[in-house]
């Protein structure tokens, strides 16, 4: 995992955490003993209606992640269901991260992006060529990242089996601990963990730029992702 660490650029501070718009909403359907009651909690045409291009962040650069979720949208609590919109820049990527609660599938709908997974120790790891069209799976629990490969954005759908099936940044999560633990699990590696550290961008819009290699290819600077 060490080479990713020269992939990940600043951020902008906003974070991916979904807030819950409407909390009262959810907590009546959660009560709610019928669909006929559901009906009437959510008694508006504009209760059953999610856009996902009105988003503050939908159209964020390097990429931004928009969920659509119990918290984004009541309409879905008791569904199971969370279905987000992924968009990324130019060489924009996801950065290594699962989802505890739920399973996840991806489908492209434009652009060529490379998946890659890691479900637990001794398996392999799991590369896709995600093209028009073509989808993949990532089981609950299982570590995962996404990279577009092109100079022009990509979008995919992503579907998971929960209404709140939470991401983990993997590498923002292990900072968390203490330098030296971290130096521990790196085999005592002569790291300076703490400068490591505070270059892991915080998870932003849910995107950050990807390799070198792709973002010298396509001419964009490092930084911040514009033509040279």
Same mark, same amino acid.
């Given at each position: ?11 902008? @501070?906003?974070? @991916? &955490? ?8 959810? @907590? ?19 209760? =059953? ?53 739920a ?12 998946? =890659? ?7 392999? $790891? ?30 995919? &759908?992503?579907?998971l ?5 939470? $991401? ?6 292990? =900072? $968390? ?19 490591? *550290?505070?270059? &892991?961008?915080?998870?932003?819009? *849910? ?11 396509? *001419?964009?600077? @490092?930084?911040?992702?514009i033509?040279?």
């Amino acid at each position: 995992m060490l080479p990713l660490l020269t992939f990940l650029l600043s951020l902008p @501070a906003t974070l @991916a &955490i979904d807030t819950t718009s409407r909390p009262s909403v959810n @907590a009546e359907l959660k009560l709610a003993a019928t669909n006929l009651d559901r009906h009437h909690i959510l008694a508006k045409d504009s209760d =059953w209606t999610f856009d996902f291009q009105s988003r503050p962040n939908y159209h964020a650069a390097p990429g931004s992640v928009i969920n659509a979720n119990a918290a984004t949208f009541p309409a879905l609590t008791g569904v199971g269901l969370t279905l987000a919109t992924l968009n990324l820049g130019p060489c924009a990527m996801l950065p290594p991260h699962l989802h505890p609660r739920a399973t996840n599938v991806v489908v492209a709908v434009k652009g060529n992006t490379t998946s =890659w997974m890691v479900g637990e120790n001794g398996v392999r $790891t799991v590369s896709v060529q995600l093209t028009e069209g073509v989808m993949t799976i990532f089981p609950a629990g299982t570590l995962h990242f996404m990279q577009n490969n092109d100079c022009q954005p990509a979008q995919l &759908i992503s579907a998971l089996n929960s209404e709140d099936a939470g $991401t983990l940044n993997i590498l923002n999560a292990l =900072w $968390t601990f203490s330098p030296e633990t971290v130096k521990a699990a790196f085999g005592n590696a002569e790291l300076d963990t703490e400068t490591l *550290g505070q270059r &892991i961008p915080q998870p932003g819009t *849910g995107a950050n730029l990807g390799s070198f290699e792709c973002l010298k290819r396509c *001419g964009l600077d @490092a930084r911040e992702g514009i033509k040279e």
